[in-house]
């Protein structure tokens, strides 16, 4: 079964930095272009994503030049570097495969990150 475990998140003053893990299995790991994302107010929003190969990446605009994505198949793990955080990052933060398909049936739990001084 398809299973996501996110980890990582927690309180950090403004300016600060904090390492998002998620750990994914049930499918092929190192196909699927891999996710970032994060629950606001206005829904469940794409950050940043990796393609299978990790030869390319693609940020939200508000976060490019902060956070850094990256994966590593052989352990089926995929991660965020967040640099420079400001507030309105908080957020519930998700991994997920970028494209649609069964697996957005099965969201992990996610991981709290709250940026505040």
């Known amino acids: 079964q398809v299973q996501f475990v996110e980890s990582g998140g927690g309180l950090v003053q403004p300016g600060g930095s904090l390492r998002l893990t998620c750990t994914a299995s049930?499918?092929?790991?190192?196909?699927?272009?891999m996710a970032w994302y994060r629950q606001t107010p206005l829904g469940r929003v794409l950050i940043a994503s990796i393609?299978?190969?990790?030869?390319?990446?693609d940020y939200l605009d508000s976060v490019k030049g902060r956070f850094t994505i990256s994966r590593d198949n052989a352990k089926r793990t995929v991660s965020l570097q967040m640099n420079s955080l400001k507030p309105e990052d908080t957020a519930i933060y998700y991994c997920?495969?970028?494209?649609?398909?069964?697996?957005?049936?099965?969201w992990g739990q996610g991981t709290q990150v709250t940026v505040s001084s």
């Open positions: 049930g499918f092929t790991f190192n196909e699927p272009t």
């Open positions: 393609s299978g190969l990790s030869t390319m990446t």
């Open positions: 997920n495969k970028k494209y649609r398909d069964e697996s957005w049936n099965y």
